[in-house]
């Protein structure tokens, strides 16, 4: 009885389809591709080394240095205050931070609606200065221009669709977006980005529905808050998701962890111990 290799007996192979190769460095084209193949991506808010290194480990595509720092970092009330120089630093640092995620820098309020060079001098800042791989900025049909801008002059683009916060006073507050006929603003919207080039669009406080449908009519993967689970990826502010934050918080977070009572009691033990002098013991002292 002759004895025969593997290669023998299937040399074509054994008819099993190798998978798609890890991903070293998450660049926006693997978001379009895991769209395509139907897989799911998360995106989280960075502002600083640790927490980019941390969530750059735990496998997180994309992090967003958001401008919600204004609220989440900088101590102000809304995401309007914060400046493209307050944010230039957070993002060097997160961009410094990582091996693998999708660096996105988030163009803040008044730096990029004045017009599409305006857009694109504050965008290639971000990259030169900010070592940002790509920028997201707020708006739909009216941000044509300034998508066609960026993407031309080499700029990646993030679209965000929906609820937009740096327009909350112009939409009368924190309100969820395309119910009933403006659904079709939604998906007009949703069209208009893709066609100016963004590489993707994060829908915010959708309907559900409507964000299913936008999803799957749209090339580009779409980025879900407060907008269902039929988006391609989902990003929540990780202060909120993880409990680093109280108190009320939107319906569309859930909180993994609560972080805020693991650093409080940390302090108090802390401060205990320097006030009834346990600390420092023996063991720490040189």
């Given at each position: 009885?002759?004895?025969?290799t593997?290669?023998?007996?299937?040399?074509?192979?054994?008819?099993?389809?190798?998978?798609?190769?890890?991903?070293?460095?998450?660049?926006?084209?693997?978001?379009?591709?895991?769209?395509?193949?139907?897989?799911?991506?998360?995106?989280?808010?960075?502002?600083d080394?640790?927490?980019?290194?941390?969530?750059?480990?735990?496998?997180?595509?994309?992090?967003?240095?958001?401008?919600?720092?204004?609220?989440?970092?900088?101590?102000?009330?809304?995401?309007?205050?914060?400046?493209?120089?307050?944010?230039?630093?957070?993002?060097?640092?997160?961009?410094?931070?990582?091996?693998?995620?999708?660096?996105?820098?988030?163009?803040?309020?008044?730096?990029?609606?004045?017009?599409?060079?305006?857009?694109?001098?504050?965008?290639?800042?971000?990259?030169?200065?900010?070592?940002?791989?790509?920028?997201?900025l707020?708006?739909?049909?009216?941000?044509?221009?300034?998508?066609?801008?960026?993407?031309?002059?080499?700029?990646?683009?993030?679209?965000?669709?929906?609820?937009?916060?740096?327009?909350?006073?112009?939409l009368?507050?924190?309100?969820?977006?395309?119910?009933?006929?403006?659904?079709?603003?939604?998906?007009?919207?949703?069209?208009?980005?893709?066609?100016?080039?963004?590489?993707?669009?994060?829908?915010?406080?959708?309907?559900?529905?409507?964000?299913?449908?936008?999803?799957?009519?749209?090339?580009?993967?779409t980025?879900?808050?407060?907008?269902?689970?039929?988006?391609?990826?989902?990003?929540?502010?990780?202060?909120?998701?993880?409990?680093?934050?109280?108190?009320?918080?939107?319906r569309?977070?859930?909180?993994?962890?609560?972080?805020?009572?693991?650093?409080?009691?940390a302090?108090?033990?802390?401060?205990?111990e320097?006030?009834?002098?346990?600390?420092?013991?023996?063991?720490?002292t040189?």
């Amino acid at each position: 009885m002759s004895s025969t290799t593997p290669e023998e007996t299937a040399p074509y192979g054994d008819g099993t389809a190798p998978g798609p190769a890890p991903i070293k460095r998450v660049r926006t084209h693997h978001l379009r591709e895991l769209k395509q193949r139907g897989e799911r991506f998360s995106m989280l808010t960075s502002y600083d080394q640790l927490t980019a290194q941390i969530f750059d480990e735990a496998g997180i595509e994309v992090l967003l240095v958001g401008d919600s720092a204004s609220n989440n970092v900088l101590g102000n009330a809304t995401s309007l205050p914060v400046t493209v120089d307050e944010l230039i630093p957070l993002t060097r640092a997160v961009s410094r931070s990582v091996t693998r995620a999708l660096v996105v820098g988030d163009l803040p309020f008044g730096s990029y609606q004045a017009s599409p060079e305006q857009g694109y001098l504050t965008a290639a800042r971000f990259m030169k200065e900010g070592g940002a791989h790509c920028v997201k900025l707020e708006g739909g049909v009216e941000m044509v221009p300034q998508i066609e801008r960026m993407t031309r002059g080499g700029i990646p683009v993030m679209a965000h669709i929906g609820f937009t916060p740096q327009s909350e006073h112009a939409l009368g507050g924190y309100r969820v977006q395309g119910r009933g006929e403006a659904a079709e603003r939604v998906l007009r919207d949703a069209l208009a980005v893709q066609e100016a080039g963004a590489f993707a669009v994060v829908m915010e406080m959708v309907p559900g529905d409507v964000a299913a449908e936008v999803t799957a009519k749209l090339e580009i993967p779409t980025i879900g808050i407060g907008a269902g689970n039929q988006c391609d990826g989902q990003v929540l502010v990780w202060q909120d998701a993880f409990g680093l934050r109280t108190g009320r918080m939107p319906r569309f977070v859930k909180q993994y962890a609560d972080l805020r009572s693991v650093l409080l009691d940390a302090a108090r033990a802390y401060d205990t111990e320097v006030k009834d002098g346990s600390f420092p013991a023996a063991e720490h002292t040189f």
